[in-house]
């Protein structure tokens, strides 16, 4: 089994900024890809930015330029960040940490980042 953390929501004011976590442990596989998604009320769930075990990170085009996902460079790399700069109130939603691997598809439970205008 998987269990993903995640940590570092909350509320920011527009132009602000905030820093998620997600820490992953148990049965990690190499070559796994992690990512953040996030779903605002009445709307589907949607990437925002992946990462993989090594390669390129890529991004939704909403935050492209102010987002940037990146992966702890120690040995096991099963901890992801999501730096948050220049809110808006459209990035208003619950994010949700998620790790992809052969053995399944994982997901934390969300944290909560409100921005207001």
């Known amino acids: 089994q998987v269990q993903l953390v995640e940590s570092g929501g909350g509320l920011a004011q527009a132009g602000g900024f905030l820093r998620l976590s997600c820490a992953a442990s148990?049965?990690?596989?190499?070559?796994?890809?992690m990512a953040w998604y996030r779903q605002s009320p009445g709307k589907q769930r949607e990437l925002v930015a992946r990462?993989?075990?090594?390669?390129?990170?890529?991004?939704a085009t909403s935050v492209r330029g102010r987002f940037t996902i990146s992966r702890d460079n120690g040995n096991s790399r099963n901890t992801i960040y999501l730096q948050m700069n220049n809110l808006i109130p459209e990035d208003t939603a619950v994010y949700y940490c998620h790790l992809a691997q052969d053995m399944g598809n994982y997901w934390g439970q969300g944290t909560q980042v409100t921005v207001s205008s």
């Open positions: 990462i993989p075990y090594m390669g390129t990170a890529t991004y």
């Open positions: 148990g049965a990690i596989l190499g070559g796994n890809v």
